[in-house]
């Protein structure tokens, strides 16, 4: 039984498309994140929802939109990908907000935008 | 803000012992974490530390010293499987898991 579940797991795709990673997770948990892992390994959080409303939104190009529609899913959508873009994002989620909870990680989604 | 600094890579010897520095910087501390990555999957949670001292879980144990800013992971009777990324790192803001992520220390376990 898989707690967090991304798909797809690798996405190759053109410089200028659109695109979407949908992950689940059935822990039972209120936060979901997303997270961006670059070619240097640096694991940054780009998202945060709790119970679907969003809660943290770093530094992102509007491009990138995270959706919720319940609180078991968080898929994120890219428009007009760039180079840059490519990366592993770690969908992950945990438990209702306290800072000694850990995170639990997706399978990650490798994309290669060229 | 946030610093987090780890050694880029490091070597041991299986059945060794291994000990992976940590230094922090950041406003409002709210514990320390650290988590196991290998090479093509998720990081997955090794250790949590709050309070100074070291927490002992099995062959993995984790220190933290808060006044200097500073944590290790200790990793005893090394095997192979051990070779893996470890990631240490700091929530950013109370009342939330913003986890904000050192580069992490490549451990390559030789025989």
């Known amino acids: 039984d898989t707690a967090v579940s991304q798909t797809p797991k690798y996405l190759v795709t053109q410089m200028g498309n659109d695109k979407s990673i949908k992950c689940e997770q059935n822990?039972?948990?209120?936060?979901m994140y997303w997270y961006k892992q670059d070619s240097k390994k640096f694991l940054k959080i780009m998202f945060s929802?709790?119970?679907?409303?969003?809660?943290i939104n770093e530094t992102v190009p509007n491009r990138f939109s995270p959706k919720s529609p319940d609180k078991a899913h968080l898929n994120l959508h890219i428009n007009s990908l760039e180079l840059g873009d490519s990366a592993v994002y770690f969908c992950?989620?945990?438990?209702?907000?306290?800072?000694?909870?850990?995170?639990?990680f997706g399978s990650g989604t490798q994309l290669s935008v060229l | 803000g946030q610093n987090i600094d780890q050694p880029t890579e490091m070597t041991a010897t299986e059945g060794a012992i291994v000990q992976i520095n940590c230094t922090y910087q950041?406003?409002?501390?709210?514990?320390l974490f650290w988590y196991q990555q290998h090479a093509g999957e998720a990081p997955t949670f090794l250790s949590y530390?709050?309070?100074?001292g070291l927490e002992e879980k099995g062959r993995f144990s984790s220190f933290l010293s808060r006044s200097k800013g500073y944590s290790y992971l200790l990793l005893k009777e090394l095997q192979m499987k051990d070779s893996a990324s470890y990631l240490c790192?700091?929530?950013?803001?109370?009342?939330?898991?913003?986890?904000?992520f050192g580069t992490g220390t490549r451990l390559t376990v030789i025989p």
């Open positions: 530390n709050v309070l100074d």
């Open positions: 790192a700091v929530p950013v803001q109370t009342g939330a898991n913003n986890l904000f």
């Open positions: 992950a989620s945990s438990p209702p907000r306290a800072t000694n909870e850990k995170l639990f």
């Open positions: 822990l039972g948990h209120d936060t």
């Open positions: 950041t406003s409002g501390f709210n514990g």
């Open positions: 929802y709790n119970n679907k409303e969003l809660i």
